[in-house]
């Protein structure tokens, strides 16, 4: 009786390495075949509604952002279809890059929702003020700190720090990188 049992172990582990094999590859597929990161369960809605579902994975670094819904941050395109983002550092790296991250242009991107940090209300990015080079940390380390208020940026200097404040109209590839010290990739359409 013991014998048959060690034939079962191998058996089992032989069918979950082909099931495990089996979805990388259907998921490989997916991703060659254009169809670019999975849109959220629920739409951020005309409200600027940022809840994140459990299944919901921010289409630049794979986190999950209900994991830390404080943090997250949202973009909606014309046609209704929502990516949410862990933190609003990877919103920003969508919206200068959103070829490579969604597979789709700047002009397809409708709405962009943050989450004042103060009040946790969300609101729209392209009114916000950002803050970089604070102490405030997120789910990928030194966090890019949103205000809807522009007399909070001060408030937030003196009691967090903070090296740059700029807006979503300032922002470019050269701010980018002196804020983050890192380059963004180039667009699929310029591969």
């Given at each position: ?26 998921n490989a597929e ?146 980018w990188h002196a ?13």
């Amino acid at each position: 009786m013991g014998s048959i049992q060690n034939r079962r172990i191998p058996s089992i582990a032989l069918w979950l390495t082909v099931a495990v094999f089996g979805l990388l590859l259907l998921n490989a597929e997916g991703l060659m075949a254009g169809g670019g990161p999975a849109p959220a369960q629920a739409p951020m809605g005309e409200m600027l509604r940022i809840a994140p579902g459990d299944g919901d994975r921010c289409p630049v670094c794979a986190m999950f952002p209900a994991r830390r819904p404080e943090a997250a941050a949202a973009l909606t395109l014309e046609d209704g279809t929502t990516f949410y983002f862990c933190s609003n550092g990877c919103l920003l790296r969508a919206w200068l890059r959103p070829m490579a991250y969604l597979g789709r242009p700047q002009t397809a991107i409708d709405r962009l929702g943050v989450l004042d940090f103060f009040s946790g209300e969300a609101v729209d990015a392209r009114g916000a003020f950002f803050v970089a080079g604070s102490e405030v940390t997120g789910p990928m380390g030194p966090a890019i700190v949103a205000l809807g208020r522009e007399d909070h940026v001060a408030v937030l200097r003196k009691r967090h720090g903070g090296e740059t404040v700029f807006t979503l109209e300032a922002l470019d590839d050269d701010l980018w990188h002196a804020i983050s010290r890192h380059r963004l990739p180039a667009d699929a359409a310029a591969q």
